[in-house]
């Protein structure tokens, strides 16, 4: 997938939103190296794109960070990073679990525009290592309906979730 504009904004901001959490910013790189929690338990290979959406919506709900954490693509996150970075012509390796951090930023950032408990998947494409799942949801401000979009990638021979999440008000 390429970086679309919306998806490199989305990632710059959660590159900051991390770097602020983590507290980059002038501070002695951390000595030991974060681990990613797993996959879900109640997923496995053979889940559909769908059934890991579900998860997804499930988890922000709850502000499961964890299991947000265990469903991002992030070595696929990493590359898309590093991407823009190329971009710009700077060399970057992003290691996969800051990856995950502003993947999961983001997606909380942009899950704020849908009432909890009101999400649900409505419909499923998949071509190849890749799949994008609909799902629909309300706003809590207009209780107007919003259409969420999911991309995902197939990584470590699973289902998971790639960065940006993307929203629309219908």
């Not at 980059?24 to 959406?53: H, R």
């Not at 309906?145 to 993307?166: C, F, H, M, P, S």
Request: aromatic share 4%.
């Amino acid at each position: 997938m390429k970086p679309r504009p919306a998806r490199t904004a989305l990632l710059l901001v959660g590159l900051a939103a991390a770097c602020l959490i983590a507290g980059c910013a002038g501070q002695p790189e951390k000595q030991s190296t974060p681990v990613l929690p797993p996959y879900p338990a109640e997923l496995s290979a053979s889940s559909t794109p769908s059934q890991v959406a579900t998860v997804l919506i499930q988890a922000l709900d709850a502000g499961d960070k964890q299991t947000l954490l265990g469903l991002v693509a992030a070595k696929h996150e990493a590359d898309q990073v590093d991407g823009i970075y190329r971009q710009y012509g700077k060399s970057h390796e992003t290691p996969p679990e800051e990856a995950a951090g502003m993947a999961v930023a983001g997606w909380v950032m942009s899950y704020e525009w849908f009432e909890k408990g009101t999400t649900h998947v409505t419909g499923e494409r998949v071509s190849g290592e890749t799949a994008v799942v609909e799902a629909q949801g309300r706003n809590p401000n207009t209780g107007r309906a919003r259409l969420l979009t999911i991309e995902l990638v197939r990584e470590d021979g699973v289902w998971k979730v790639a960065g940006g999440l993307q929203s629309q008000e219908r």
